[in-house]
Structure formats: C-alpha cells, structure tokens
C-alpha cells in the first residue's frame, strides 16, 4: 500500500511542479505586458507633451490670426447688428 501512495504522492509532485513552472511563465508574461504598457504610456506623455510644445506655439499665432480675422468679421457683424437693431426699433 506504501508504494502505492508513493507513487500517487509523486503523480501529484510531478504536476504540481508543471503547474508552478507554468504559473512562472505566465507570470513573466504578465510582468512583460506591464513593463511594455508602462513603456507605452511614457511614450505617449512625451508625444503628447511635444504635441502641446507644437499646439501651444501654433494656437499662440493661430490666436493672433483668430482675431484679426474676428475684428474684420466685427464691422460686417455690427452693421448686421445695427439693421437688426433698427429694423427692430422700427
């Protein structure tokens, strides 16, 4: 009956130790997965920085034209607004 035992003990040893080999590899999957996501997210903070560096000086002069183009929009506007006005007085 010992033998027996032993040999069911050693079944059971052989696969358990399958199991953690395998729980080992999955785990340095896993490891490599978040290193590779924590890689990526660096990356991505640096192009979004040089992305607002590039936006920020463009929307600086994309501003500046904005409102030039807005103050000649204003005269054809305010006379819009003036017809408005006095059509609504009349």
């Not at 002069?61 to 819009?80: A, N, V, Y």
């Amino acid at each position: 009956m010992i033998p027996t035992y032993g040999g069911v003990l050693s079944a059971i040893e052989e696969a358990l130790q399958e199991l953690v080999a395998e729980y080992r590899g999955v785990r340095k999957s896993l490891q490599d997965l978040v290193e590779g996501q924590e890689r990526n997210m660096a990356q991505l903070e640096r192009i979004g920085a040089v992305m607002e560096r590039r936006w920020g000086s463009e929307g600086e002069s994309g501003e500046e034209d904005g409102d030039e183009e807005e103050g000649s929009e204003d005269g054809p506007r305010e006379s819009k607004g003036r017809g408005t006005l006095s059509s609504a007085s009349c």
